[in-house]
């Protein structure tokens, strides 16, 4: 056809010969690429996000419903799990602000290429089965606002990364296998919940608890191996639920507790806890529920507990209490079983509590020593590492 063409052009119509000619140029190309031209490359932030998300799903040894298998391309903000949002620093840069892979059953580690999500805002891998520690890199993660990596088998030291994310509002690390100290200067973080319940560590709580501006704190089922320090009271302002049950605690509680009147739910029960509780404890006017089960306070309390205009739920039984306010009877729910409340069911006999009255604790002289403070992390990290995953296609 084009020699057909060629030989139009020798006639005077050059001009349609011509026309012709590109005419039939133009429609000999493949249609595709004037409809569908090649996608992008992604911004430095999403090739960055790939090379960490890629380094991750080589490391996912199981993955039986299937969350990570559209993990594939450069595309990142289509993977399952991935949340793609603005920039903070430049609202014209997409980049990867959420990883939410809760309930998944995923088997696997955490690479440290994960350092590499810089502005990632959240991290939700709870209720999976990831193992080993968590990377240091998380370190560069510096807008980090939630970090929830409850039930999983996780173990080792405390992560140490976590000191570095001065962002970090709300840190989740219940029921993995975490051992020895957390670090006090965790407490120096303005977090606003801490969860690190159902571990191994073993730890007291330290003075500086104060300076933290926790709402939420839930210690439970670890080895405190201490008393509640005076400086609890500190977190008046912003303090409005406190489980630290079955955790070691041993001494007297403080007397200033009662400064705590925005908490709602109070409970130390299952220590080793003595003395009175701290007539202060009456100022704490949004008590809704209070549990001191299981320890070995004695004495009376105060009939200012049972008059607080929120308490709905006071758990005081298998103590040695020697006496009970009537107000305390008229509660919704109370449990008041193995004291040594006269006249009342189910109480521990006369022999066992007469015994116990015969060595009583001084609280003044026993007092509450507080551990040597850790030391500071470093104050600044080196930079972040090359990336170890070339950009690809996969």
Known sequence: MINKL?????TPNLTLALSLLLSFIFLSKPSHQASNPPPPLPNPRLL????????????????PNNFTANWCGLNVCNYTGVYCAPAPDDPHTVTVSGIDLNHANIVGSLPEELGLLTDLALFHVNSNRFYGTVPYSFRYLHLLHELDISNNQFS???????LYLLSLKFLDVRYNN??????????DLKLDALFV????FQFSLPQNIGNSSLSVIVLANNDLKGCIPSSFANLKDTLDEVILMNSGLRGCLPSNLGLLDKVKVFDISNNDLVGALPESMGGMKSLEQLNVANNKFSGKFPASICSLPKLENFTYSYNYFCTQPPKCMKLQEQNDRKNCIPYRQLQRSPKECATFYANLVNCDALGCKPRSPS?????????PPPPHVAYHYR
């Open 197 to 200: 319940n159902n571990n191994k």
């Open 48 to 63: 960055k996000a790939y090379t960490a998300l890629q380094a991750w799903k080589h490391v996912i040894t199981s993955d």
């Open 6 to 10: 060629l030989k139009t052009m020798k």
């Open 375 to 383: 030391p500071p992390p470093p104050r600044s990290p080196p930079p």
């Open 156 to 162: 080792g030291q405390f992560p140490l990364s976590v």
């Open 178 to 187: 975490f051992l020895g100290e957390i670090p006090s200067t965790l407490f």
